[in-house]
């Protein structure tokens, strides 16, 4: 390969590369942008109300049963939103 032609596009790497490196990264969990910190990823909270759902797993936690039970409870009420968050 052309040496004169190789240090221009190792050049051009380094620059491409220095000027990413000069973008902070997004605060948060997401890497695609603060809107995406919420919903989801907030912590969840056990509801009163969300039904008689009892789905059996194997944990020795009894909120990690709650929590799941819940969870099925809400995604069958469509409460899409809540359920991910339990």
């Known amino acids: 390969m052309n040496r004169p032609l190789l240090r221009s596009w190792l050049l051009v790497v380094a620059i ?3 000027a ?3 973008h ?3 605060t948060g969990h997401s890497v695609h942008g603060e809107a995406y910190n919420e919903g989801p990823r907030q912590k969840a909270q056990l509801m009163p109300g969300m039904g008689g759902v009892h789905f059996p797993i194997e944990s020795k936690q009894v909120l990690a049963q709650k929590f799941f039970n819940q969870g099925i409870g809400q995604l069958h009420g469509f409460f899409y939103f809540e359920a ?3």
Request: hydrophobic share 35%; net charge negative; proline share 17%.
């Open 16 to 18: 491409a590369v220095a």
């Open 20 to 22: 990413h490196a000069d």
């Open 24 to 26: 902070p990264q997004p």
């Open 84 to 86: 991910e968050r339990s």
